[in-house]
């Protein structure tokens, strides 16, 4: 809970911060996930399609790979960022060969460590008796700050060109300004700068009504304002 944050790479120019990764639906399904990330050695960044083929979870990487809705929506910014409007076929190839890779130049990291399929589900406290894992409440309340404060830390760190929290909702949002250590004005998508970083809050990809020209709106504004700092 306080060692593995996501995929990518920490050196890379744009860093995804998202809520909790939205999967273990089962507990044999973290189970495995827990057990093969402590055998590759226990990465604070793992490789996203090398864990999940070891998890054996291929679906989203293998020659006809479905698209992620999540993670699509990610991509997308990504191509628009860099002055190129994706076509879905391109966004599937890029989903199954380089999103969240070891060596790519982003990250994919989540707030909260473990695996849930939605804020309504928790299926820890039936497989665990530590207290911090009692209700999601008691969860949230003890790892929310020390991983906002490593999350502060690394950007301080590594000085990534862009932070994009994916989460406009009041109750992360104060979790966005911590590891920004700056407060956002209005707008949607709000946006700062500390003079190294730009940080933006968006909307999550998968919010009712989002379209994908709210998406090219936040790569065009993060491809703007990058390219206008000093």
């Not at 793992?46 to 070891?54: I, K, Q, S, V, W």
């Not at 054996?56 to 698209?67: D, H, S």
């Not at 946006?191 to 379209?211: E, R, S």
Request: net charge positive; glycine share 6%; hydrophobic share 35%.
């Amino acid at each position: 809970m306080q060692n593995f944050y996501g995929y990518g790479n920490f050196q890379g120019d744009y860093w995804f911060v998202g809520k909790e990764e939205g999967s273990g639906k089962s507990f044999e399904e973290i189970h495995k996930r827990l057990l093969i990330w402590h055998m590759r050695g226990r990465n604070t960044l793992e490789d996203l399609r090398e864990y999940h083929y070891a998890i054996e979870l291929t679906e989203c990487f293998n020659e006809r790979a479905k698209i992620q809705n999540t993670w699509s929506k990610l991509i997308y910014i990504l191509w628009i960022a860099h002055g190129r409007i994706p076509s879905v076929e391109d966004i599937r190839l890029y989903q199954r060969m380089k999103l969240g890779g070891s060596q790519s130049r982003h990250c994919l990291i989540e707030l909260l460590p473990l695996p849930s399929p939605s804020t309504s589900h928790w299926l820890y406290s039936d497989y665990s008796q530590l207290h911090v894992l009692a209700t999601r409440s008691d969860y949230y309340q003890k790892i929310a700050p020390i991983r906002a404060k490593y999350l502060q830390e690394s950007v301080r760190q590594h000085q990534p060109k862009a932070v994009v929290f994916y989460s406009a909702s009041k109750h992360y949002r104060q979790w966005w300004e911590q590891i920004a250590d700056m407060a956002f004005s209005g707008g949607n998508p709000a946006t700062g700068t500390n003079g190294k970083t730009l940080f933006v809050i968006m909307k999550h990809p998968v919010a009712h009504g989002v379209t994908n020209e709210y998406f090219q709106q936040v790569g065009q504004k993060i491809r703007t304002l990058i390219s206008s700092s000093p």
